[in-house]
């Protein structure tokens, strides 16, 4: 099954954090912001007479959804991209801000989304940069953190020491 689900700040009154087990069971996590005031205008003007949930249609049919992440398992990820995930794995896990290390689970969420980044570009093989781009929104919400550390803090430092695996011609 496929969940998409919002989650309001800790500062939230009423709002706990969710334990470990299930934080890392999402495959990515976005932080939103608040809208522009464009987007707040047309937020306000889809709601002046009705609800526009009744007038949404789906984009992609099942059967195509089924077929993308086939797609997806078809995308080669090359034993140095594998081993560059390993390494940003234990580069975190080295970190003494990191309480709370990115699990295997991570790991293989991070070469599934990187799968899936490569196939929405057009490509049937995984780049040192597509697992780069994915290291954030992958792990972020999944490391408990000492003190004031911020993850996104962390992991920038680490996606920029990690060295990338060198480029072979696919």
Not at 74 to 86: G, M
Not at 109 to 126: P, S, T
Request: charged residues 20%; proline residues 9%; aromatic residues 6%.
């Amino acid at each position: 099954f496929f969940v998409i689900a919002t989650q309001n700040p800790v500062e939230f009154h009423g709002t706990y954090p969710l334990p470990e087990s299930q934080l890392d069971r999402f495959i990515l996590s976005a932080e939103m912001g608040p809208p522009t005031d464009e987007e707040a205008m047309e937020v306000l003007a889809s709601r002046e007479h009705g609800d526009p949930i009744a007038d949404l249609r789906p984009v992609v049919a099942l059967e195509e959804v089924v077929e993308l992440q086939e797609a997806c398992l078809r995308v080669v990820v090359a034993p140095a991209i594998r081993a560059y995930v390993v390494a940003v794995l234990n580069a975190v896990r080295a970190r003494p801000e990191v309480m709370l290390p990115a699990s295997m689970r991570a790991g293989l969420y991070l070469q599934r989304a990187a799968q899936a980044w490569a196939l929405f570009g057009g490509r049937d093989f995984v780049l040192p940069d597509d697992i780069k781009r994915l290291v954030q929104p992958v792990l972020a919400h999944r490391l408990g953190m000492r003190g004031r550390a911020r993850a996104a803090d962390v992991l920038a430092e680490v996606v920029t020491a990690v060295p990338l695996p060198p480029l072979r011609q696919h």
